[in-house]
């Protein structure tokens, strides 16, 4: 006897209707978000993946930047690990940011620390530190040159009082990366005030009311609750301080370019040089793929150093 499949009930037949109905929301609120996003990813990819495509494709290459471009491998990076110049350049920019990176981190900390004990005015301190960020970097690097001017700066006045002979900060080959590291600093240590403030201010009031009724100090609670708790906002703060310390150019630019005798040259101010003086377009480009591998690499070891666990 031939036997018939029964026919789908009223009631399969609804929920399979309710299932594709959900799948074309989906796709509809996703193609909305996608569409709200397209602007941004069109500038994104504009403006930083294909000038990055381009700078990896010119690093092969040999040429002006408006004339023909001469394809000749990896003689560029040959050149560039054994040019003595960018290799006292990648020194510098390593020194900026050992000296920079930690320094600000630090103060940033305390600060933030501090700002989250004061009861009043927090708007007014986080504004006040944030304010040299938002200055534009000509203006910021002006006022600091007569900060440390050899003659009549404010800071060498205040190390005179002290006994101490003027510096020449500038022009002194031993202490101009120290100008300029306490520059950044200056200028920089408020975007991470905001950032650890903000962190402080997520970490659950019970936690530290817990360690002080065991009797723990404000010392201990901050060195035994908050520092590990801060862990993934230092991660961050960490890797954001080195790509920008790597990277610096402006201050360099404004202020000393590049000397006395090469003593504050960073790999980005000679980028700048070899691709819009010299017209060595292929060599800087080289350079700037260096770079970015380097700074990735750093990248990459302080996020797994960083990388925590910790929920709050």
């Known amino acids: 006897?031939?036997?018939?499949?029964?026919l789908p009930t009223l009631s399969q037949s609804t929920v399979r209707h309710t299932e594709r109905q959900r799948k074309w929301r989906k796709v509809r609120e996703s193609a909305h978000w996608y569409m709200l996003l397209a602007p941004s990813l069109l500038i994104i990819f504009g403006f930083s993946t294909i000038p990055l495509i381009w700078s990896i494709y010119y690093s092969f290459t040999k040429g002006?930047?408006?004339g023909s471009k001469t394809f000749i491998g990896i003689q560029n990076y040959v050149t560039a690990l054994n040019h003595p110049l960018f290799l006292k350049t990648i020194g510098n920019t390593a020194l900026y940011a050992v000296m920079t990176v930690p320094i600000v981190i630090v103060l940033a900390t305390i600060l933030a620390i501090f700002?989250?004990?004061v009861p009043k005015g927090q708007a007014f301190f986080r504004n006040t530190f944030y304010f040299p960020l938002v200055?534009?970097?000509?203006?910021?690097?002006?006022?600091?040159?007569y900060i440390v001017n050899r003659d009549?700066?404010?800071?060498n006045l205040i190390l005179g009082w002290l006994g101490i002979p003027s510096v020449d900060w500038l022009g002194d080959p031993f202490w101009a990366i120290p100008a300029i590291v306490?520059?950044?600093i200056w200028r920089g240590f408020g975007f991470y005030v905001i950032i650890l403030f903000a962190a402080l201010q997520s970490i659950s009031k019970d936690i530290y009311e817990a360690a002080r009724i065991d009797g723990a100090s404000f010392l201990r609670v901050i060195w035994s609750v908050t520092i590990p708790l801060l862990r993934p906002a230092f991660g961050f703060c960490f890797i954001m301080a080195t790509i920008f310390n790597f990277q610096l150019f402006d201050a360099v630019y404004v202020l000393t370019q590049g000397g006395p005798a090469w003593s504050t040259a960073t790999v980005s101010w000679y980028v700048y040089q070899q691709a819009f003086q010299a017209d060595n377009v292929g060599f800087a480009s080289t350079m700037g793929v260096?770079?970015?591998a380097i700074t990735l690499i750093l990248s990459m070891i302080q996020l797994r150093f960083f990388r925590s666990d910790i929920e709050y």
Do not use: D, H, K, Y
């Open 1 to 6: 006897m031939r036997t018939t499949s029964p």
């Open 64 to 66: 002006s930047m408006l």
């Open 115 to 117: 700002l989250v004990q």
């Open 135 to 145: 200055a534009p970097v000509v203006i910021a690097a002006n006022i600091w040159a």
């Open 152 to 155: 009549f700066g404010p800071l």
């Open 182 to 184: 306490m520059m950044e």
């Open 290 to 292: 260096v770079l970015l």
